[in-house]
């Protein structure tokens, strides 16, 4: 964790505590998640969008800051973020997805699918989507790694990626320990694209993103417009210190963190998903039971049980940060709460905000 995004959980923590002690006097829900997420954005420079629904109704919706470094363009609603790792929840569902449709099985090896990794017969897509097979991450600050990775064959950089990837040394035994690993990810989309023949964006957009009305979702590495949001950095809290975020090559990560969407598309996401529109009871209680009783970690999401009011709710969730931004989604199961932030700044830790807005919403109950 590096000096601003340390100063900006404490100061989150400060804020929190400051908050539950004076009461939120304003007199309706919004009034108070919106004074919450005001403070987030007065003193410790917060732009983005914050969404909170309890299933398809928003309760809650506001922009903060502005879409650009230059300070030309307020946030609004409609706009496109770079997701980061909420994309891996996405990737894992598509490998499920696939599962059930007999098309591969999670104990297959990844030699089946990528020949080029058989002298690590092992691995299994399993040991991949949890983050155990040992298989090394990859760092997105990136004109170093990615000038690294252009010198391997292949004719893409996911094909790179794959080369650059198969040459690292594993961090342990595949199944013998946990490595939050981007490059695990990043080889699920080739398996992806190998079981179907499509690109891993095309089966995406035809099996979800269509469906689903999720419009404004998908792949584009490196498509910047009026209706994106700007990635951006943050060198301070001091409003005006915000500089161009470093360029990132989008397609190495790819299917641990290169996906866009918007808070409204990731609200259809996280409906359809809660709802079993998108995959069978029994896949989505594997993907959202913890394989491990150390870290929690399901299939592409993070299982905890926060305490509210003396009860515990389940809680599924995942975080993103790349270089200009920073991404929340979280939902709380039993009480079919989402919650969404999105922001073009990168080093913030949306987890004790989110869990804040949630108390918030249950203590109206």
Known sequence: MNGFRWIHTMGVLILLIFSITNGFAQSTLAERLDALCLEEHTWMGFWGVVLVARGEDILFEKEYGYADCDHSRPIHPNLKFRIASITKQI????????????????????SKYLPAFSKHPEIT?????????????????????NDRIQTYPGETTLEKTLAYLHEQPLRFEPGEGFYYSNGGYAILSAVIEKVTGQSYADYLKKTFFIPLGMTD???????????????????SVEPDAVEPAPWVNRDIPYGAGGL????????????????????QPETLRLMETP???????????????????????????HDGA??????????????????????NLDDYDFTMLAYQLAKIVFSEE
């Open 91 to 110: 990737t894992a569902a598509a490998i499920l997805k696939l599962s059930e449709e007999n098309r591969l099985t999670l104990q297959d090896p990844l």
């Open 125 to 145: 897509l399993y040991q991949l989507l949890t983050h155990t097979s040992g298989i090394v991450t990859l760092l997105n600050t990136s004109s170093e790694l």
């Open 217 to 235: 979702t998908g792949y584009d590495p490196n498509a910047y417009d009026e209706s994106w949001a700007i990635p951006c950095h943050r060198l």
């Open 260 to 279: 866009y969407s918007t808070a409204r598309d990731l609200l259809k996401w996280s409906v359809a998903l809660g709802k079993g529109e998108l995959l």
């Open 291 to 317: 394989q491990s009783e150390v870290y929690g970690n399901g299939l592409g999401v993070f299982i905890e049980h926060p305490p509210f009011n003396g009860i515990r709710y389940r809680l599924v969730f």
């Open 322 to 343: 790349t270089a200009g931004s920073s991404t929340h989604l979280s939902r709380y199961v039993d009480k079919d709460l989402t919650i969404v932030i999105l922001s």
